[in-house]
Structures are given as C-alpha cells and as structure tokens.
C-alpha cells in the first residue's frame, strides 16, 4: 500500500504513521517526493485493510494499493527519477555517464593505461572485472583480491570511481571494501540470495539483465536488493538472446522507454556485451543516447588483440576517444548535457 502524507505534512507525523506501519508488520520505506512524501509499505498483502485504517491518522491524505508487483523499483510510489552520487558523478541525472574499462583486470599496466586512456577521452567511471563469470570454467577467471587492488590503485591514479563485478555473497564484504559500485551480472540477475544481500550493502548496485530476462522480472530482480533497504539500484541493458547470431547477443533499445515508463531507476546500456564486435559498439552507444539512456558501459583494452577476456568487442582507446567526440551531438539532440 502506499500512504500519501499531506502537503507540508510535519516530521512528527511521518514518524508516526512510519511507527504504526512498522507495529502492524509492514516496512515503512519513506519516498520523499517534491510534492508529498509517499511511505510505501511493502510486505504481506493480505493485511492491506490494517493499513487502510492509517487514512484517520494525522497528516495522511490516502491509502491506497501499489498495483504493480515492483513495489518500490515502480513509478507509483516515487515518480521523480532516482539519482544516484558516487563520488562527484551523478547517475540518473542531466548527465549522460560513461563508464569505460577492461572487461578484466589483467595487470597493473594494462589496467592503468586503458584506466587514464578512458579517463583522458572523458569517462566518469572505471569498470573493470576482478571475479569473472566465464563460460568455461578453463578460461581466466579474474585476478580476484589483487585486480581490487589494482582498481584501488587505478581510482586512485585517476580520481575514477571504480564498479566490478561481485558473482558470489561470499565476496560481498571484501569487495564493498573496495569499489565505489556493485554490479550484478546478466548470470547472476535472478540469484536472489546474491540480490538480498546487496540489499544490506550500502553502496549503489549495478544490476544487468538477464540473456533471458523480460523487463517485469527483471523489475522484480531489482525489488529484492530495495526491499532489503538499499535504494540505489541502477539498470543495464546488456542484450538479451534471441535467434540472431550476426551478433553476440541483441540489444533490446526498446526497453529504455518501458524502463523509463515504469520506473524511476537510472538506465544504463552496455552496447559491448550485446553486439559482441567492436565495429558495432559505436553505432548502438549513439542509439542508446538518442533512446534516453542515462548512461553507458563500454569495453576498452589498452590492448584489445592480447586481452584475456572480451577482446573481439574492446575498443582500442583511440576509437572509444573517437566515440566520445561523436556521441556529443547525441547527447545534445537528447536533451542532456
Ligand atoms: C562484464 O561486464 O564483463 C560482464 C561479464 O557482463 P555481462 O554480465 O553483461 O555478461
Ligand atoms: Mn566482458
């Protein structure tokens, strides 16, 4: 249910109507809007006309149900767009937000070259993979401790914020000590123990979508990590499968209008991991952009011929520096900065 608290309800009231939300069993999750705070609470369905009851409290105006099963990732509960900081970056904003990096972390100096190569052309972010989920168990499978130590080293290098990958909730602690964002990725998207635990984690989480995800579970994926508290959830489309095999996967564009629809949460898209080549990056990133993402995801390699991991879709730093400059008049033409 979502209780909709009067204009310039007082704090005392929110307090209040939050308290009694929490007696009857629910968690009371406050959406601050620029109208009227919203307190969503989310939890058994079966108790909705308790809640109901709170329409007599002071300061509330109504009580009604969340029809959508994305509680708290829907726009019925928060209908300004979420925003999220790391660092001085802001994710979801006027912004459009490139992160760039290595598929993998390999060594210090593959990943310091392409770390100030990306960050020369103009990307906000530092990606880079130190926990690789790979199809074969005999292929590299990431450098584990010592490549957070080199994205420590390469943040640090940089002033980039770093975002890595995290495949397993046994690494969840060691790598929130590390990086400034969590990503999820497309093999994990429905490992909900995983997305429980991220929801205890208080750093933003990156969650890609599935091979074979639709856009609702994908929605619901993201509720588990903001029904555990953590409300900085932010989305990537990554390609999903289909029966085209020109490219690795197929980029679904046509989910940044749906998402955008349906929820508040930052869109982001990862043209490298959906078209699988280089040559095709570029075009789909422009497309992107001119479909309203808010930000990117790019594989860069300071070396794309000798990487272990991703390399056929890297771009050389010249050509990601060359997509930078022409990404401009899509940025503009979007109506962002
Ligand atoms: C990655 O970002 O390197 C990655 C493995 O992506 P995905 O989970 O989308 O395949
Ligand atoms: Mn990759």
């Known amino acids: ?50 809640l109901q009851a709170l329409e007599s409290m002071h300061g509330v105006e109504d009580v009604v149900p969340i029809l959508k099963p994305y509680k708290l990732a829907s726009r019925e509960v928060k209908t300004n767009n979420t925003i999220i900081t790391v660092n001085n970056v802001k994710i979801g904003g006027e912004k459009v937000v490139v992160m760039a990096g290595p598929c993998s972390v390999e060594s210090r100096e593959q990943l310091l070259e392409t770390a100030r190569a990306v960050k020369d052309a103009g990307a906000d972010i530092l990606r880079g993979g130190a926990f690789k989920p790979r199809t074969s168990p005999y292929d590299f499978q990431g450098l584990e401790e010592e490549g957070l130590k080199l994205l420590s080293e390469a943040r640090a290098a940089t002033g980039l914020p770093i975002i890595t990958e995290v495949m397993n909730p046994m690494d969840v602690d060691l790598i929130v000590k590390y990086s400034d964002i969590l990503q999820v990725g497309a093999r994990n998207v429905q490992n909900f123990p995983l997305l429980k635990d991220l929801g205890q984690v208080k750093k933003p989480i990156l969650l890609k979508r599935g091979l074979m995800t639709t856009i609702k579970e994908f929605l619901m994926s993201a509720e588990y990590i903001l029904s555990e508290g953590n409300k900085e959830v932010i989305l990537c489309e990554r390609g999903i499968r289909t029966f085209e095999t020109a490219t690795r996967n197929t980029l679904d564009l046509s989910c940044i209008p749906v998402l955008r629809k349906e929820t508040h949460l930052p869109i982001i898209v990862d043209p490298s991991h959906a078209v699988g080549h280089w040559e095709y990056v570029a075009p789909m990133a422009k497309a992107a952009v001119a479909a309203g993402a808010d930000g990117l995801m790019i594989e860069v390699h300071s070396c794309p011929e000798e990487a272990y991991s991703d390399g056929p879709q890297s771009l050389k730093p010249t050509k990601f520096a060359k997509l930078m400059e022409e990404l401009k008049p899509f940025i503009k033409a979007a109506g962002r900065k």
């Not at 109507?17 to 959406?31: D, I, N, Q, S, T």
């Open 1 to 50: 249910m979502i209780i909709i608290m009067k204009h310039g309800v007082t704090k005392q009231e929110i307090d209040d109507v939050a308290e009694k939300v929490r007696k009857l069993g629910y968690e009371p999750h406050l959406m601050p809007g620029i109208e009227k705070t919203i307190i969503a609470a989310v939890g058994d369905e079966r108790g909705k006309a308790r």
